[in-house]
């Protein structure tokens, strides 16, 4: 077993929560020439469960075949994926500021779910037979008042968060409820994450 893996996500929030259980890591992020977005779309149809699964295993592949075309030093490839759900509607990352109000209209003063998929490939060289978990919790958000939804926009903090907030910043004084694992909000559950690596040898 290697004593580090490969993260394949821009996320600082994600090398956070990794370096806090003690996984060491290296980023696998994609090159000028990978279309990465392009992956997120979402397929007609598609129930939010299904829809984060199938990006998550999308990015690890796309990760196992970046590793293999630079000939780097073979190791576990990790990916997660993160969506937020109000009832069967998906709410990604918002387009603009004005989608960013909307969905944060949307949430208020409703419980919404955030689904995150984490994945795991145990190496590169390996047939791709990638273990995965799912872990689902379900925020409740307090009433916001516009002007709230206008000041956090303004910030910045939605921009590239999946529901257009970040429960990390300043959005965490909102949470009325939330039951699951709060590092799953994050981006990163910490739990499952264990799980996965725990069966390749690593442990906490």
């Not at 090398?15 to 392009?38: M, Y």
């Not at 998550?56 to 796309?62: E, N, P």
């Not at 990760?63 to 998906?90: E, F, M, Q, Y």
Request: include cysteine; glycine fraction near 8%.
């Amino acid at each position: 077993m290697t004593d580090f893996l490969y993260l394949a996500s821009q996320s600082a929030r994600r090398r956070q929560l990794l370096a806090q259980i003690g996984v060491r890591h290296e980023l696998l992020l994609p090159g000028a020439d990978e279309d990465a977005e392009s992956l997120e779309a979402v397929q007609a149809g598609e129930a939010p469960a299904d829809y984060v699964q199938r990006v998550t295993l999308a990015k690890l592949g796309a990760a196992r075949a970046r590793l293999l075309a630079r000939g780097l030093p073979p190791a576990p490839i990790l990916c997660a994926d993160t969506t937020v759900a109000l009832g069967p509607r998906i709410l990604g990352k918002p387009d603009d500021d004005e989608d960013a109000a909307r969905t944060l209209q949307a949430l208020s003063g409703r419980t919404h779910e955030v689904l995150t998929a984490v994945a795991v490939l145990e190496g590169p060289h390996e047939a791709f037979e990638p273990q995965l978990l799912l872990q689902v919790s379900r925020v409740r958000l307090r009433t916001l008042e516009p002007d709230e939804i206008v000041r956090y926009v303004a910030s910045g903090e939605s921009q590239g968060k999946a529901g257009a907030y970040a429960i990390q910043s300043q959005a965490a004084a909102w949470v009325e409820h939330l039951e699951g694992s709060y590092t799953g909000v994050v981006g990163l559950p910490l739990f499952e994450t264990a799980q996965l690596l725990g069966a390749l040898g690593w442990r906490f």
